[in-house]
């Protein structure tokens, strides 16, 4: 996609020492360009990630960096006050050679660099139980790093971006515009998500009346958003902080138990590989409250099954969204992939409702194991 020169006349733009060799991409995500940069420093190698910012979905890359680097240097100081390693904990971008922090080449791309973590890989699916856990215990640990971040210094980079109800409306304007004719085929998809409507209110709904706190949050936990060790499979960072934003706790629990807890991937063609791992979802609910438990009002603990659900439905509608209007957003790799996707998300949502009690069951014995509290 990129070729060796390209890369190399973008890197010239930044202040960073040695001689440019290779570059690597990495497919992972749905939204922006990563490659890894190695560098020819005094005969040793040394890597950076090179990211092409997505400018049609984030529009304002100001207002982006500005909360990247907040965080970043937020985050940084608190690893630092509790005696870790900040090259390896933290992430942090490198100036360009005018000192900017990010690089807009001829063709109006918006570049960033970021620092390499070391010795480090993530997991697309879990191999073991344990890794979910350590999942669950890192996005609960990144939560508590940013209790004390001053939120009202952050952009609200995409407004609305978790709106479950926001995101419906997107969804029937997309249906009543129907630009590529897609609508008539959708009958099926479409009636899922006008069953669940009432659901899309509820978060929200809480939020405005006080029963939900306004935290600062990831907003994408997906699984290989964390940077696990290759050496002791610990986790050590984590990553694509473009959407943290002020949200909900919810959020981040729902999202990762989407991403993670689905017994195959997000795209699998065979919607029946898809059901929901309770043995994952118990690790993640007891990663996460070992770690954020204590921080946590009872009305959250209680709703993270429903979060759950909502997560997975959201995003089931953002793909058909997308797919309705021509796959404007997020990248694919064949025609019907936003489809494909939305059909793994549904029938997650699915069998989340089948087991839902089993899963309140298990958050509330975990809760009262881990944190010795009720909801
Ligand atoms: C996108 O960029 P990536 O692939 O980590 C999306 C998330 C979705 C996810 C679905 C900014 O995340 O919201 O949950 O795809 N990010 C944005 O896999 O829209
Ligand atoms: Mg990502």
Known sequence: MFTNEEIRSILENFSVAGKFIDFYPIDDGHINDTLTVVYNVDGKEMRHLLQRINTAVFKNPDELMANVDCVTAFIRDKVIAAGGDPEREALYCKPTRTGKKYYIDEKDRVWRLYNFVENSFSHNSIESPDVFFNAGKAFGNFQRQLADFPIDRLYETIPDFHNTAKRYM??????????????????????????????????????????????????????????????????????????????????????????????????????????????????????????????????????????????????????????????????????????????????????????????????????????????
Request: hydrophobic fraction near 35%; glycine fraction near 6%; charged fraction near 30%.
């Open 170 to 375: 997107n969804l029937v304007n997309s249906i009543n515009a129907d630009p590529k004719g897609r609508v008539r085929y959708l009958n099926e998809e479409i009636n899922f998500c006008y069953e669940r409507r009432n659901e899309t209110y509820v978060l929200t709904g809480k939020t405005v009346i006080g029963d939900l706190p306004l935290r600062v949050t990831h907003n994408d936990t997906k699984l290989n958003n964390i940077l696990f060790d290759k050496t002791t499979d610990e986790p050590i960072c984590i990553v694509d902080l473009d959407t943290v934003m002020p949200g909900l706790s919810l959020y981040d629990f729902g999202d990762a138990i989407r991403f993670g807890a689905n017994t195959t991937t997000e795209d699998d063609k065979d919607v029946n590989n898809v059901s929901l791992d309770l043995g994952l979802y118990e690790q993640y609910v007891r990663g996460f409250l070992t770690s954020a438990g204590n921080s946590l009002v009872d009305e959250e603990v209680k709703l993270l099954p429903f979060s759950a659900k909502m997560m997975t439905f959201e995003c089931g509608m953002r793909f058909l969204t997308d797919y309705i209007d021509g796959d404007v957003y997020f990248k694919i790799h064949y025609p019907d992939h936003n489809l494909v996707r939305c059909h793994t998300q549904f029938a997650l949502v699915a069998d989340i409702e089948r087991k839902y009690d089993e899963m309140i069951e298990i958050t509330r014995k975990a809760y009262k194991e881990i944190c010795g509290k009720e909801f």
